[in-house]
Structures are given as C-alpha cells and as structure tokens.
Nanobody, 112 residues
C-alpha cells in the first residue's frame, strides 16, 4: 500500500487549497478513505471520511461547511477541498486507509 499526498502549502486566511492523495497497492474502490491532520503539540484528528463509492461522507465539526472530501475511483485518488481556511487549520494533513496505512503527510499553513 502506498499513499502519497500533495497540494499543501502556505495560504492566507480565507483562502483555499485542494489536497490530493494518490493511492496504490490495493483495490482502491473497495475501501473507505480518510483525511487526518496533526497540528504541533496536538493529537492527530480525523478531518473527513468518505465511503467506498463516495456516497457517504462525514466531517469533523471544526471543518463542516468548509471542507469537502471526494474521490475518483477511476484514478485511485482521494481529494480534500479546503475553503475559508483559518489559522487553526494549520497542520500536517495525512491520507489514511484503515488503522495501518498512512501517507507521508503534506503541510498546510494558514497565515497572513
């Protein structure tokens, strides 16, 4: 299993970023996927969940209405569209499959 995130960076408050996760090494369409994040000094937290076919999604209360998770099973990709970003969204964002598989993370910094 390999999960590779991209799309992080520095953005001003109120801005947007789109994170991507390229998945390989497993039958992607058979598995739900998650995005987590970890801010400095804090525990890793679940940000968003998407079911195998993308029908069901769920979000942390802190990002509801601002973030959207999606997937493309033809490309083995999962995305996290982040709008109206706030400084407290600053963290390393991880793509996740189940309890054992994590990407290397991509840094998101929201600052003016």
């Amino acid at each position: 299993v390999l999960l590779v995130e991209s799309g992080g960076g520095l953005v001003q408050p109120g801005g947007s970023l789109r994170l991507s996760c390229a998945a390989s090494g497993f039958t992607f369409e058979n598995y739900a996927m998650n995005w987590y994040r970890q801010a400095p000094g804090k525990e890793r937290e679940l940000v968003a969940f998407i079911s195998q076919r993308g029908v069901n999604t769920n979000y942390a209360d802190s990002v509801k209405g601002r973030f959207t998770i999606s997937r493309d099973n033809t490309k083995n990709m999962v995305y996290l569209q982040m709008n109206s970003l706030k400084p407290e969204d600053t963290a390393v964002y991880y793509c996740n499959l189940g309890p054992d598989y994590w990407g290397q993370g991509t840094q998101v910094t929201v600052s003016s």
